[in-house]
């Protein structure tokens, strides 16, 4: 089993920031690609940013300049650093990876964190 457990959400004004941690636990031989998505309401589910094994990231448009990603590999854990958040950046945000048990690799979600941007 394993399982990804998202915090460091909650309610932040304009401008303000937010740190979000996932940890991954159980079996687990290794860990890929590891991303942030957030899906807002009546919206479809969106990659925010997303990082490879050695590094690699991405991010979406919107988040450009304003988020890192980035992770810990030997504690099993991603993060998000939010600067500078709009009310467009409210969603329930969702932790992804990619984890190989043994000879298998999977992709796991996390249960999600709510981020609420507003005044």
């Known amino acids: 089993q394993v399982q990804l457990v998202e915090s460091g959400g909650g309610l932040v004004q304009p401008g303000g920031s937010l740190r979000l941690s996932c940890a991954a636990s159980?079996?687990?031989?290794?860990?890929?690609?590891m991303g942030w998505y957030r899906q807002a309401p009546g919206k479809q589910r969106e990659l925010v940013a997303s990082?490879?094994?050695?590094?690699?990231?991405k991010y979406a448009d919107s988040v450009k300049g304003r988020f890192t990603i980035s992770r810990d590999n030997a504690k099993n854990t991603l993060f998000l650093q939010m600067n500078s958040l709009k009310p467009e950046d409210t969603a329930v945000y969702y932790c992804?990876?990619?984890?190989?048990?043994?000879?298998?690799?999977?992709?796991?979600w996390g249960q999600g964190t709510q981020v609420t941007v507003s005044s």
């Open positions: 992804n990876a990619v984890v190989a048990r043994w000879t298998v690799s999977t992709p796991y």
């Open positions: 990082i490879g094994s050695t590094g690699r990231t």
């Open positions: 159980g079996t687990i031989s290794r860990i890929g690609d």
